[in-house]
């Protein structure tokens, strides 16, 4: 049966379907019987008959009846042929294969009786794009076993496509129209459907999902099933079709000649694995593809398998590109389960040995493509909230029961969760932004009952109840500076970098945090603060520092660090006596911790691209230099940019000049290039010293720094000469410095308190006269370099951020929309007057965490810096 005629769509199981065969039929009226079978609806229509909801009277159950159309019925031998094959499908017993219970003629009418399917259609569920790898990958393999199973009755499907696999409501795959939807007439040379015939010879099949030998009309066999499944698999994870083009000749011409596109041409990444898998389906030779449904189901299975781990209920996740690893979870379960029979050798702590426990169980909770933000459990223990993106929206909060694997959202408008109370009332952020990681909002309370939210504080990045409930911690940026307050309005701690994960202990008396030293870079350690404002450092040092909180038992506070494409769970003493609980090869992060010692843990797959129109381009092209490479900076010709590769713990500084190769000059985050062409300047991952590197020949220059200042960003003057910079000392607010690279000290032109307006974008006035930087009140200004004088930036919007001065000096580009997409508008802010400039996104905004780029004044190029964090949510039991 094609599936445009099939009974289970959502939509057609609301209302009939207009009937628009090309074959005679018989339309069937509600009450009609055929057999033992009573018409109860029509429910979809294609052009091998129609399909009927019915009852079947014997067995009290509703089926689905297929009328057959006329040109078979009225055909002695067409009609032996049907019913022959229908007996052969019929003795197939797959829960992967429509079931088919009885055939049969009455009245003059011949028809198929059905299982009547409750769901969707592939090809429905295409039509909103591309599928996550671990679905696409689960849905591929389901496939595999149920042609499997009809090869071994020597069945061959011999037209399978998205319109033919059915995914019920369970996620279950059913295979439709095992040779019953036949078209028996002669089709028009474009039609998407051609002839078909049983001989070679004649050509049978789809275009698009033909084999090289259906196009042919050679004779076909299992294999020719196979290169159909690899190009349904490819359409899944791609988002378009393996072979497709205009017409019917040309689809036929791409099948016989041309190789499967590399997805990476056109934005999608799809992980080595996987893709070789496919490429290996669709072999133009079937004597080279995949020999049986069951190797490929295999081949499928392993590219993201995930081992089960002590009966647990660990579901493989691979919503993740090429560049991200291609079994994230099974990894991570392979590296628990080797770590934990391994022993100490490996797992040895820093202070003392590991302790001995048993194996972890682990069950997942979610299931969506997207960013996690945030999760805790409930006061009980027996749901879990959770603050999430999924698939591009906004940020929302969602429960969970534990025990289940389905997720409501809170009646709540979209915001952050930031803590639970013990008696369920909930600490959320409205308006949060984020740039990256990092972000702030309005501090609101509210039940999960979804009573209206009641404000409480602007500006506020992390917020932690006590253990009471009857007050709240919370963390804000205030003029340059990190503040941990408790109460709400009284300064605990002042940091230049940031503060994040704030917990409370159990007995109220100490907050926990992960205690970074640089603003906006994760790097850091651990510290414990108690009401009187005393902090002691437990651990530091760590290349990555996400997830905090104490252990079930109050005795240790449990992190997450992250050193490459590995991480590891610690635990720290109050006396600073660390181990390590488990370790991962992939990256995990710890959410929170049960009172019964259970864990919420997420795992996450970053995904980071450079994409830039350069000067002699139209498209923008892939330039990321490997997997963590950014980039902020372009020349206002748009030949040159300078690129970052932050693999390396004091990251490396490249330029990039249009049509010619990256040159390593150093390290440092890399930013601008001098104007002369001499210089880039590289800024150490720790903020400070400033490097300014040579693009030709010379040494590479470290920058007098007698303050010890911590930069935050830096950018050329037009003299090539001289640098502006945002930095601080430390425990001190942000201010703006100039420096001289020849001769000098680095000289303050800005009271303290005023910040750049991003950590990637210090715009610089075309004479070098003014800055644009954020006050002490968060807003952005125009400072002069001679004197500090500032003057607001008129005409600009909330929410919108300077990117670039335009030509004449007094337009700027300005840009809002955090990447989703960023908007680009020219503003003259004499007159107010704004032009559209250009629209800059990421090719899949699901899981966008970080968006950033550089233009040139007139906007025809630029750089965008983009990456994403794809999460799943495990509560795992066992860890000690």
């Known amino acids: 049966m094609d599936a445009a005629d099939h009974a289970g769509s959502r939509a057609s199981r609301l209302a009939p379907r207009g009937y628009t065969s090309s074959v005679a039929v018989v339309a069937l009226r509600s009450g009609t019987r055929l057999g033992p079978y009573e018409i109860r609806a029509p429910i979809g229509a294609g052009g091998m008959g129609e399909v009927y909801r019915a009852y079947d009277s014997r067995l009290d159950r509703e089926v689905a009846i297929k009328v057959v159309p006329a040109a078979v019925a009225d055909d002695p031998d067409r009609l032996a042929r049907f019913e022959q094959e229908a007996r052969a499908v019929a003795r197939l017993s797959h829960p992967n294969i429509l079931t088919l219970h009885d055939v049969g003629r009455d009245n003059g009418i011949s028809y198929a009786v059905m299982e009547l399917l409750d769901g969707e259609t592939l090809r429905a569920r295409l039509a909103a794009g591309l599928l996550p790898a671990r679905k696409a990958a689960d849905l591929g393999a389901q496939t595999a076993r149920g042609l499997a199973a009809a090869h071994d009755k020597h069945i061959v499907h011999r037209d399978l496509k998205p319109e033919n696999l059915f995914i019920t409501g369970d996620g279950q795959v059913k295979i439709l129209d095992f040779g019953l939807a036949r078209q028996t007439g002669p089709a028009a040379a474009d039609s998407p459907t051609v002839a078909n015939a049983t001989h070679p010879g004649v050509v049978l099949g789809t275009v698009g999902y033909m084999a090289p030998e259906q196009v042919k009309g050679e004779a076909v066999d299992h294999r020719t099933d196979i290169f159909a499944l690899g190009c349904v698999v490819y359409e899944m994870l791609a988002g378009r079709r393996a072979f497709a083009a205009e017409s019917a000749p040309e689809t036929m011409t791409a099948i016989l000649k041309h190789d499967l596109a590399d997805p990476a041409g056109f934005g999608v990444t799809i992980s080595p694995a996987l893709l070789r898998t496919v490429r290996r389906c669709v072999e133009k030779r079937a004597d080279e593809r995949f020999q049986s449904a069951r190797d490929l189901a295999f081949a499928l299975e392993s590219a993201l398998e995930a081992s089960n781990v002590s009966g647990s209920n660990l579901v493989p996740s691979s919503r993740f ?7 994230a979870v099974a990894l991570l379960a392979a590296g628990l389960a080797i770590g934990l029979f391994v022993g100490p050798r490996f797992f040895r702590s820093e202070a003392a040995s590991a302790r001995p426990s048993a194996l972890p169980s682990f069950r997942q909770l979610t299931f969506e493509r997207g960013t996690i933000r945030e999760a805790r459990f409930t006061p009980d223990g027996r749901s879990v909230l959770y603050g999430a993106a999924w698939d591009g929206n906004p940020l929302r909060i969602f429960m969970t029961r534990t025990d289940e694997q389905a997720s409501v959202r809170l009646d709540l408008p979209d915001a952050r969760l930031l803590s639970i109370s013990r008696s369920g009332e909930m600490a959320i952020s409205l308006a949060h932004t984020y740039d990256g990681w990092m ?302 690279i020849n001769d000098g000290a680095p000289r303050p032109f800005t009271a303290e308190g005023v910040s750049a307006t991003k950590w990637w974008s210090l715009p610089v006035s075309p004479d070098g006269t003014r800055v644009i930087a954020v006050n002490a009140d968060a807003v952005s200004s125009i400072f002069r370099i001679d004197d500090g004088s500032a003057e607001p930036v008129r005409g600009l919007h909330p929410g919108e951020m300077p990117v670039r001065w335009a030509e004449d000096g007094r337009s700027l580009l300005v840009a809002r929309g955090d990447g989703l997409p960023w908007v680009v508008e020219r503003l003259d802010t004499a007159s107010g007057r704004r032009t559209p400039v250009r629209e800059i996104r990421a090719h899949d905004a699901a899981g966008l965490r970080l968006s950033l780029f550089a233009i040139t004044p007139d906007g025809r190029h630029y750089v965008h810096s983009y990456s994403r964090l794809l999460s799943d949510l495990f509560v795992v039991d066992g860890l000690r």
Do not use: C
């Open 321 to 327: 590109p090429a560049r991200r690893l291609a079994a």
């Open 439 to 740: 972000g702030d909002g309005t501090l609101a309370r509210s039940s999960v009952l979804g009573a209206a939210p009641r404000i409480m504080a602007d500006h506020v990045r992390e917020a932690e109840w006590t253990p009471d409930g009857s007050g709240l911690a919370i963390v804000r940026h205030v003029a340059g500076l990190e503040q941990l307050e408790f109460p709400v309005g009284k300064p605990l701690y002042r940091s230049a970098g940031f503060i994040s994960d704030i917990r409370f202990s159990p007995d109220g008396e100490r907050i926990a945090f992960a205690d970074h030293p640089v603003f906006a870079d994760d790097a850091g350690g651990v510290s414990v603060i108690n009401r009187a404002g005393e902090r002691t450092q437990l651990a530091k040092g760590d290349t990555t520092v996400r997830g905090v909180a104490w252990s079930s038992d109050g005795h240790e506070i449990w992190y997450t660090v992250r050193d490459g494409p590995a991480s590891s769970l610690k635990a720290v003493t109050l006396a600073g006596q660390i181990r390590i609980v488990w370790s991962s090869p992939t990256w995990i992060r710890l959410f929170d911790i049960a009172p019964d010692g259970r864990v919420l843990l997420g795992t996450e797959i970053a995904d980071r691209r450079v994409e830039a129109v350069l000067r002699g381009r139209a498209a923008p092209a892939d330039v990321a230099l490997r997997a963590q490479s950014t980039s902020q900076w372009i020349s206002d010709d748009g030949s040159t940019i300078t690129i970052s590769d932050q693999a390396t713990p004091s990251y490396t500084t490249y330029v990039i000049h249009a049509g010619s190769a990256a040159v390593r000059l150093g390290d440092g985050q890399a930013y601008g290039q001098s104007p002369d062409g001499r210089w880039v300047i590289g800024l150490p991952a720790a903020g400070s010293p400033i490097l300014i590197h040579p693009t030709g020949a010379g040494e590479t220059r470290t920058l007098s720094n007698p303050e010890q200042l911590t930069y935050r960003v830096a950018a050329w003057l037009p003299d090539s000469r001289r640098v502006v910079a945002f930095g601080s000392k430390e425990g001190r607010p942000t201010r703006g410095y100039i420096q001289d």
